[in-house]
Structures are given as structure tokens and as C-alpha cells.
């Protein structure tokens, strides 16, 4: 009976990928479910401007289906803004790793961007710059690639001395070096940036969208507020989430792909 302790807890973890691979775990469902009824509830004992029915947000929600193009924009500037934010983060990182001085002098400046407020980063797009998807663009970049240097090289510095040392013992290029160990050892790294740049992207394009632009969820989003629509301000509201949920569950089946070593 003693050894029957590995194969059940090989079965449990085997029975929870089955779980997760069929779709959400069913805490995801249930919490979801339970927010749904509450909402319900909600709505029946306070007035439609504080929680409107799911009657009303299912009809505002019908109306954006509509209209497409809106979500398409934002999902487009956000997808661009981050690919763009990780390879400029990424050569970052890389450069400071190799060369410390360079580390020394830049990592201040990238923290510095950081503290930033995003409502001024917002402000001098609008000073600087007249093309809304340019000041959008801008916007995103400076607010999420300081994150991926900051992640991608602190995953660069968490590679253990011994691993170092037994990979330098082969004698490889610096190429090698850091395409057989450093880069893939921080790919954890890489794909924890992507989940909380993801989040940080979908409020800030939202942010940028509000004052910079004329089209996409944000400038529908201002619409809703000049015309009282709460309804559809929920609605938008619950297409926003339904994004960064799927864009979540995107990278994190890449992650179960990539880290297959991993518990």
C-alpha cells in the first residue's frame, strides 16, 4: 500500500490537466456563475444606473456585435504595442546582461519611466505628437516595455551559478551560452511579463482611447458616458475582461507547452 502514494498523486495531477485541457477549471466556472447570480440579484433592489439588468447589458452586448471594427482596433494596438514593447525590452535586457556598465547607467532611466504616471505619459502624447495611433502607440510602449527589461533581465540574472559553471565548462561560444541556457532558463520570466503586461496594456489602451482617439472600446466607452448608456458601459465593460481572459488563457497554454519540465 505504501506505493501506491506516487501513482495516486501522479493520477491527481493527471486528472487536473484533464481538467484544465477540457476548458476554465471549474472554480473559474463556479466564481463566475456566483458573480452572475449576485449581479441578478443586484439589479432587482438597486436602480438601473447603479446595476443595470443582464436583460439590458445582453442588449447592448448584441449592439456591439454589430459593430466589430471597435474591438478589432484596440486588439490590433494592443497586440502591436506589446510585440513592439517586448523586442525593444527584450534587446535591452540582453545588452545590459552582457555589458554591466551598460546596466548601471540605463536601469536607472528605466525606472525612472516607470514611476511615471500613465495619465502624464497620456498628457505629452497629446503635446507631442498628432497622429492618435501614433500617441496610442507611444503611450503603450513606454508604459509596458520597462517591465519587460526589468522581467526579462532579472530572469537573465536568476540562472544559477552552478548551471553557469557546468555550461562554461563545455567551452561554448558566447552565442551558445546564451541561446542553450541563458534565454531559455528565462523563459518563465518572459511569459509572466506577457501576463501582467497584458492586463497593464488593456487598461492603458482604454486610458489612451478615452482622450486620444476616435475609434476603438475606449472612444466607445467615453460615448457611453456622454450619453448615460450604462448598459453599454457594462457591456464594453464585459467584452474588456472577455479579451484579457482569452489573451490569458493564450499564453498560458504556451506556457504549458514551453514548460513542460515544470510542476
Known amino acids: 500500500m505504501a506505493d501506491r502514494g506516487p501513482v495516486r498523486e501522479s493520477e491527481a495531477v493527471a486528472a487536473v490537466d484533464v481538467a484544465h485541457a477540457g476548458g476554465w477549471p471549474k472554480e473559474t466556472i463556479v466564481a463566475l456563475v456566483a458573480f452572475a447570480v449576485l449581479w441578478y440579484i443586484a439589479s432587482l433592489l438597486l436602480p438601473p444606473f447603479v446595476a443595470p439588468s443582464w436583460a439590458r447589458i445582453g442588449k447592448s452586448l448584441a449592439d456591439i456585435a454589430s459593430k466589430p471594427e471597435f474591438i478589432a482596433i484596440t486588439v490590433g494596438r494592443v497586440g502591436f504595442a506589446l510585440v513592439v514593447s517586448f523586442l525593444l525590452g527584450l534587446v535591452a535586457a540582453m545588452a545590459m546582461y ?17 514611476a511615471v504616471p500613465v495619465l502624464c505619459w497620456i498628457l505629452f502624447a497629446v503635446l507631442w505628437f498628432k497622429d492618435r495611433e501614433l500617441r496610442i502607440a507611444f503611450i503603450l510602449i513606454v508604459v509596458c516595455a520597462p517591465i519587460f527589461v526589468i522581467d526579462v533581465l532579472d530572469g537573465m540574472h536568476a540562472v544559477s551559478r552552478e548551471l553557469r559553471d557546468m555550461v562554461r565548462a563545455l567551452r561554448p561560444s558566447a552565442r551558445q551560452f546564451f541561446t542553450k541556457l541563458i534565454l531559455p532558463a528565462t523563459v518563465p520570466s518572459i511569459l509572466t511579463s506577457w501576463k501582467v503586461n497584458l492586463s497593464l496594456a488593456i487598461r492603458v489602451v482604454t486610458m489612451a482611447e478615452l482622450v486620444g482617439a476616435t475609434s476603438g472600446i475606449g472612444y466607445a466607452l467615453m460615448q ?25 488563457a493564450v499564453v ?12
Do not use: H
Not at 224 to 245: G, R, Y
Open 98 to 114: 552582457r555589458w554591466s556598465v551598460f546596466e548601471r547607467y540605463f536601469m536607472p532611466l528605466v525606472k525612472m519611466l516607470m
Open 224 to 248: 457611453a458616458n456622454e450619453t448615460f448608456a450604462v448598459a453599454d458601459v457594462f457591456a464594453w465593460t464585459v467584452v474588456l475582461v472577455f479579451i484579457l481572459m482569452l489573451a490569458q
Open 252 to 263: 498560458t497554454w504556451i506556457e504549458r507547452r514551453l514548460l513542460v519540465w515544470r510542476d
